[in-house]
């Protein structure tokens, strides 16, 4: 059995293996040797196109196609391509195909043929043409670098961000190039990114960042004229060159290390040279395929026809026109149980399940051989089932592993069984012809779970995607499938309206995340806009359907949600949006329906557009709301005239809604603006805007007494109101003799406390002494004290016989005034001894 399964294995300096994945089944016209084929990195698809530079019999379209093809032949898409001159074509991370013109524009598709956009590599490029162009996988993703017909090298770092960066020009830039590649190595952080450029035997390091380019030095010790080929690994460690003189030279790519140089026997320059995983390289030479090792082993396949390399992470993948292979390291756990005369624990495990199967008595002795590293072997048998690509050998693998493991109690080997076979179920399902992935268990673990099941999405493989999902356990896995299926399915034209929304919705209900917005506006996009309405009523978040709602012209029911949802910030934007786009009569009709939408409308214009709110007081009828506004413009306006106005407008507003006292209110408010305006001409002070206190007590500041007094009986101010305005403004004016005056003219409607405070806030407390006997008698010693007549608040208090009184002006009065404590001290022993 190992013979077979080590049939398809060769050794360099190490095992590889060559093996089939799948028998094409193409559709095309003419044969692969003259085609241009580009292959997605990780099992993606496959883009071909004539090659422009070899001259065949056209039978077709003059025009270029893209054929873009799965793993197995099928056709995916067609692209005819009506653009510029086509230079280079690659994938991107995403497997969308990006095509490089001569201009210096990359335009991107997607599997299925569909433009996504284009970005230009710079106007320098665009005047200069690109001659060669390379993509490249690197730290930030992938990356594409082109050489211009002047030498000049531009790239970007990542084609899904391009910022567009140049690299020192090599010496005699007008001097032809042979050979150049992009060498990427380190972490993001630290990533280094060069061109390596050969001109004859000069090798070049053109690196960002530097000013100049770096002369590099490999010790090559055959003799040649020019290197025609360079090549790095995949990690950028190594570097591969072929000279005219037909030798392969490998080393490191610092070039201080030489791995060894090979006489291939071949002159020509190689179609391609690709580096399989980091310690073999191939050559493709017409229909002959040649693997070199490290130690200077070669290996040759012939084929029977044209062929192409595909450069995978650990592995190459050889498309020809009946099959497609591949190439890799053997694993070196799949190597020390299958190889010939194998000892290795796992062997032996093997061979004791194979006779275990059989009901041998010979699985008891494998299994003695094997048992004090049984948790090796089994550990062993499991990776080696992931590496495997043949069904039968994985199987052969798994039982090995599980019949080891009855011998142990070991829950870890337990949980990678278990987690390896339902990754082996997965990938199984992926390599299947029909969805033609052949991804090795590498690049499962480089790629991530959450990317396969990307990949699959993108293939519109959504129920493989939703079971994968659903089998691994991932995390809102089959919401991404649902959500990608329901925008697929909104874009198909035979589907109708009503039986898309209602299967979406009854696909769709109970899955958490799903976010129908999204869906409704692929529809929308598509030009399905009753679609899209009806599959927003299964939106549930206000905040995503009423926005879109607007965006398809459904205003009203974009007012209905808002109101709904209670959300204030959005029934506002619906109204402004409303009023931007309805005329002002559909507009005024529509918000009418809706309370809360018409209750903040008023309140915006009131703060935003007062006119816009009369507009609608008027068509309402509602005068008491016109005549506020009114008001309340009359309010903010300083010409008396147009004050006088507005406060006619509000009376008149006030009469038609029978509101005597309004109209009494804005008739004597506007007899006031029009007296205020006759102040102001004669002081030419300002008066408009001040209120009936106000205007008095700017009077009688200026001792205007009968004007004030005039204005106070026309208007009816208060009494207390008045004496009070008199009172201050006497005290204020210093016009002490006149507050007395004043205080004499008649008995005070506020008392005599104001006169007293008047004196005191201006430090006349002997004037205030006048005024303090006529305070009320159950204030008057707090009056006193506050005036600092301590002895006659003493006094007061005695007449009184309140002895709290006597002992509150006690308390109050400086211990400094030690005479005034005594004669307070005798009042209240004397009035003491009375009781």
Same mark, same amino acid.
């Given at each position: 059995?190992?013979?077979?399964?080590?049939?398809?294995?060769?050794?360099?300096?190490?095992?590889?293996?060559?093996?089939?994945?799948?028998?094409?089944?193409?559709?095309?016209?003419?044969?692969?040797?003259?085609?241009?084929?580009?292959?997605?990195?990780?099992?993606?698809?496959?883009?071909?196109?004539?090659?422009?530079?070899?001259?065949?019999?056209?039978?077709?379209?003059?025009?270029?196609?893209?054929?873009?093809?799965?793993?197995?032949?099928?056709?995916?898409?067609?692209?005819?391509?009506?653009?510029?001159?086509?230079?280079?074509?690659?994938?991107?991370?995403?497997?969308?195909?990006?095509?490089?013109?001569?201009?210096?524009?990359?335009?991107?598709?997607?599997?299925?043929?569909?433009?996504?956009?284009?970005?230009?590599?710079?106007?320098?490029?665009?005047?200069?043409?690109?001659?060669?162009?390379?993509?490249?996988?690197?730290?930030?993703?992938?990356?594409?670098?082109?050489?211009?017909?002047?030498?000049?090298?531009?790239?970007?770092?990542?084609?899904?961000?391009?910022?567009?960066?140049?690299?020192?020009?090599?010496?005699?830039?007008?001097?032809?190039?042979?050979?150049?590649?992009?060498?990427?190595?380190?972490?993001?952080?630290?990533?280094?990114?060069?061109?390596?450029?050969?001109?004859?035997?000069?090798?070049?390091?053109?690196?960002?960042?530097?000013?100049?380019?770096?002369?590099?030095?490999?010790?090559?010790?055959?003799?040649?004229?020019?290197?025609?080929?360079?090549?790095?690994?995949?990690?950028? @460690?190594?570097?591969?060159?072929?000279?005219?003189?037909?030798? @392969?030279?490998?080393?490191?790519?610092?070039?201080?290390?030489?791995?060894?140089?090979?006489?291939?026997?071949?002159?020509?320059?190689?179609?391609?040279?690709?580096?399989?995983?980091?310690?073999?390289?191939?050559?493709?030479?017409?229909?002959?395929?040649?693997?070199?090792?490290?130690?200077?082993?070669?290996?040759?396949?012939?084929?029977?026809?044209?062929?192409?390399?595909?450069?995978?992470?650990?592995?190459?993948?050889?498309?020809?026109?009946?099959?497609?292979?591949?190439?890799?390291?053997?694993?070196?756990?799949?190597?020390?149980?299958?190889?010939?005369?194998?000892?290795?624990?796992?062997?032996?495990?093997?061979?004791?399940?194979?006779?275990?199967?059989?009901?041998?008595?010979?699985?008891?002795?494998?299994?003695?051989?094997?048992?004090?590293?049984?948790?090796?072997?089994?550990?062993?048998?499991?990776?080696?089932?992931?590496?495997?690509?043949?069904?039968?050998?994985?199987?052969?693998?798994?039982?090995?592993?599980?019949?080891?493991?009855?011998?142990?109690?070991?829950?870890?080997?337990?949980?990678?069984?278990?987690?390896?076979?339902?990754?082996?179920?997965?990938?199984?399902?992926?390599?299947?012809?029909?969805?033609?992935?052949?991804?090795?268990?590498?690049?499962?673990?480089?790629?991530?779970?959450?990317?396969?099941?990307?990949?699959?999405?993108?293939?519109?493989?959504?129920?493989?995607?939703?079971?994968?999902?659903?089998?691994?356990?991932?995390?809102?896995?089959?919401?991404?499938?649902?959500?990608?299926?329901?925008?697929?399915?909104?874009?198909?034209?035979?589907?109708?309206?009503?039986?898309?929304?209602?299967?979406?919705?009854?696909?769709?209900?109970?899955?958490?995340?799903?976010?129908?917005?999204?869906?409704?506006?692929?529809?929308?996009?598509?030009?399905?806009?009753?679609?899209?309405?009806?599959?927003?009523?299964?939106?549930?978040?206000?905040?995503?359907?009423?926005?879109?709602?607007?965006?398809?012209?459904?205003?009203?029911?974009?007012?209905?949600?808002?109101?709904?949802?209670?959300?204030?910030?959005?029934?506002?934007?619906?109204?402004?949006? @409303?009023?931007?786009?309805?005329?002002?009569?559909?507009?005024?009709?529509?918000?009418?329906?809706?309370?809360?939408?018409?209750?903040?409308?008023?309140?915006?214009?009131?703060?935003?557009?007062?006119?816009?709110?009369?507009?609608?007081?008027?068509?309402?009828?509602?005068?008491?709301?016109?005549?506020?506004?009114?008001?309340?413009?009359?309010?903010?306006?300083?010409?008396?005239?147009?004050?006088?106005?507005?406060?006619?407008?509000?009376?008149?507003?006030?009469?038609?809604?029978?509101?005597?006292?309004?109209?009494?209110?804005?008739?004597?408010?506007?007899?006031?603006?029009?007296?205020?305006?006759?102040?102001?001409?004669?002081?030419?002070?300002?008066?408009?805007?001040?209120?009936?206190?106000?205007?008095?007590?700017?009077?009688?500041?200026?001792?205007?007494?009968?004007?004030?007094?005039?204005?106070?009986?026309?208007?009816?101010?208060?009494?207390?109101?008045?004496?009070?305005?008199?009172? @201050?403004?006497?005290?204020?004016?210093?016009?002490?003799?006149?507050?007395?005056?004043?205080?004499?003219?008649?008995?005070?409607?506020?008392?005599?406390?104001?006169?007293?405070?008047?004196?005191?806030?201006?430090?006349?407390?002997?004037?205030?002494?006048?005024?303090?006997?006529?305070?009320?008698?159950?204030?008057?010693?707090?009056?006193?004290?506050?005036?600092?007549?301590?002895?006659?608040?003493?006094?007061?208090?005695?007449?009184?016989?309140?002895?709290?009184?006597?002992?509150?002006?006690?308390?109050?009065?400086?211990?400094?005034?030690?005479?005034?404590?005594?004669?307070?001290?005798?009042?209240?022993?004397?009035?003491?001894?009375?009781?």
């Amino acid at each position: 059995m190992s013979a077979l399964l080590t049939a398809d294995w060769f050794q360099l300096d190490s095992y590889y293996r060559k093996f089939d994945l799948y028998n094409m089944i193409w559709s095309m016209d003419e044969g692969l040797g003259n085609m241009i084929v580009s292959g997605a990195p990780y099992g993606g698809p496959i883009a071909v196109v004539r090659d422009r530079k070899q001259f065949v019999r056209i039978m077709s379209n003059a025009k270029p196609v893209i054929t873009i093809y799965n793993c197995v032949g099928n056709t995916i898409s067609k692209i005819l391509w009506n653009s510029g001159v086509l230079v280079h074509m690659g994938w991107s991370d995403g497997e969308q195909l990006l095509c490089v013109q001569e201009s210096g524009d990359v335009l991107i598709y997607d599997m299925f043929g569909a433009y996504q956009k284009t970005f230009s590599m710079g106007q320098e490029v665009r005047d200069t043409k690109v001659c060669k162009a390379q993509l490249f996988s690197n730290s930030y993703g992938i990356g594409l670098a082109v050489m211009t017909t002047t030498n000049r090298m531009f790239l970007v770092s990542n084609v899904s961000e391009p910022k567009i960066r140049t690299v020192p020009d090599v010496p005699r830039a007008n001097e032809p190039i042979a050979s150049w590649c992009v060498l990427s190595s380190g972490l993001r952080s630290s990533a280094v990114i060069g061109f390596l450029v050969c001109r004859d035997k000069e090798i070049y390091r053109c690196q960002l960042g530097e000013s100049r380019p770096i002369l590099m030095r490999p010790e090559i010790t055959s003799a040649y004229t020019q290197i025609l080929t360079i090549v790095p690994s995949q990690n950028g @460690l190594h570097i591969a060159l072929f000279t005219d003189s037909g030798m @392969l030279w490998l080393g490191s790519s610092d070039f201080k290390t030489k791995y060894c140089e090979i006489d291939t026997g071949y002159i020509k320059q190689p179609k391609e040279l690709l580096w399989c995983g980091s310690k073999a390289i191939i050559g493709h030479w017409d229909d002959t395929m040649c693997i070199y090792g490290f130690n200077g082993t070669t290996i040759t396949y012939p084929y029977d026809g044209p062929f192409h390399l595909i450069s995978e992470i650990d592995c190459v993948r050889i498309i020809s026109e009946m099959t497609h292979e591949l190439i890799q390291k053997v694993p070196d756990v799949v190597e020390k149980i299958f190889r010939i005369n194998s000892t290795a624990p796992g062997s032996y495990l093997v061979e004791a399940s194979k006779q275990f199967q059989k009901r041998s008595h010979r699985a008891d002795e494998y299994i003695r051989l094997v048992k004090p590293d049984l948790a090796s072997a089994v550990q062993d048998c499991i990776d080696a089932a992931a590496f495997e690509f043949n069904t039968d050998v994985q199987k052969m693998l798994a039982r090995a592993a599980q019949f080891g493991k009855g011998f142990l109690s070991d829950t870890v080997l337990t949980e990678h069984y278990v987690r390896t076979c339902r990754w082996l179920r997965v990938l199984n399902a992926v390599r299947d012809p029909r969805v033609a992935i052949p991804l090795t268990s590498l690049q499962v673990q480089n790629l991530g779970e959450r990317i396969l099941l990307d990949r699959l999405i993108w293939r519109r493989l959504h129920c493989l995607a939703g079971h994968i999902a659903s089998y691994l356990q991932l995390k809102d896995g089959q919401t991404r499938v649902l959500s990608h299926w329901a925008c697929y399915k909104v874009t198909q034209p035979h589907l109708d309206n009503e039986s898309a929304a209602r299967e979406i919705g009854e696909k769709l209900r109970n899955i958490p995340g799903i976010s129908y917005s999204t869906i409704a506006m692929k529809a929308a996009e598509k030009g399905r806009k009753t679609l899209a309405i009806k599959i927003l009523e299964y939106e549930t978040r206000s905040k995503l359907q009423v926005p879109l709602l607007l965006a398809l012209g459904e205003g009203p029911t974009a007012l209905l949600k808002a109101t709904a949802s209670g959300d204030t910030d959005l029934v506002y934007i619906v109204l402004l949006h @409303l009023k931007e786009k309805m005329g002002k009569h559909e507009f005024e009709l529509t918000i009418r329906s809706f309370p809360l939408a018409h209750a903040l409308y008023i309140k915006y214009c009131a703060t935003h557009n007062r006119e816009a709110l009369r507009q609608v007081y008027v068509q309402e009828d509602d005068f008491a709301g016109q005549a506020a506004s009114h008001v309340r413009e009359a309010l903010e306006l300083s010409e008396p005239g147009a004050r006088e106005a507005s406060l006619l407008s509000a009376r008149e507003c006030h009469r038609k809604g029978r509101n005597e006292l309004g109209v009494s209110i804005c008739e004597e408010a506007r007899k006031l603006c029009k007296q205020q305006s006759s102040l102001q001409e004669t002081y030419g002070e300002s008066f408009v805007g001040l209120s009936l206190h106000d205007t008095v007590k700017k009077l009688l500041k200026q001792g205007e007494i009968k004007f004030a007094d005039k204005l106070r009986s026309e208007y009816k101010m208060p009494d207390k109101r008045y004496w009070w305005l008199r009172i @201050l403004t006497l005290a204020e004016r210093d016009e002490w003799a006149q507050l007395e005056v004043f205080s004499k003219s008649k008995k005070s409607p506020v008392g005599y406390e104001p006169f007293v405070d008047a004196c005191l806030k201006y430090g006349k407390n002997d004037e205030a002494l006048k005024y303090l006997p006529k305070c009320r008698d159950d204030i008057k010693v707090k009056y006193y004290v506050k005036a600092e007549f301590y002895e006659e608040a003493a006094q007061v208090a005695f007449e009184q016989k309140d002895e709290s009184a006597l002992f509150f002006v006690q308390n109050k009065c400086p211990v400094r005034e030690s005479t005034k404590h005594a004669k307070i001290k005798a009042l209240v022993e004397q009035l003491s001894t009375k009781k």
